[in-house]
């Protein structure tokens, strides 16, 4: 789950008959283009996660990668890296707080067993700056 102008997503994991926890991916928040013959959604991933218990215990996620790339030109700087932090405490406080999503919502969730894979559009891998 992307919410809309936030900065992570948010996924739900499964063994084949349970609810294991979640994810919470630090990113850019998603932005949609559409192209000819195809579309998609941009982002940029921040290293820094949160792993999420069933309980809602949670831990960080790759803090040593984080801080290696905190000041390289490729990456980000120190403020901005406040910021991306400061994201995660925001999502902790849901956490912790059992407010959606981290509230059992989708936690039964079970697919229909009918239910295919559907393919990949020609174009879906092409970046958003390489659309004419």
């Known amino acids: ?5 936030r900065a992570y997503s948010v996924w739900w994991f499964f063994t ?10 630090l990113e850019d928040p998603y932005v949609r ?12 991933d921040r290293a820094l996660d949160l792993v999420v218990e069933p309980d809602r215990t949670w831990q960080w996620k790759d803090d040593e990668e984080f801080v290696a790339r905190t000041g390289h030109p490729l990456y980000w700087t120190a403020a901005q890296a406040e ?12 956490i912790e707080a059992g407010t959606f ?10 697919p229909d067993s009918t239910w295919t894979v559907p393919g990949l ?4 891998d092409r970046p958003r700056a390489l659309i004419a």
């Open 101 to 110: 999503p981290f509230d059992g919502t989708w936690c039964d969730f079970r």
């Open 1 to 5: 789950m992307a919410p809309p102008d």
């Open 33 to 44: 283009w559409v192209g000819p013959g195809c579309a998609g959604v941009d982002t940029s």
């Open 83 to 94: 910021q991306i932090r400061a994201t995660g405490r925001d999502v902790i406080s849901l």
């Open 121 to 124: 559009p020609a174009g879906h």
């Open 16 to 25: 084949d008959v349970a609810f294991t926890g979640w994810y919470v991916n």
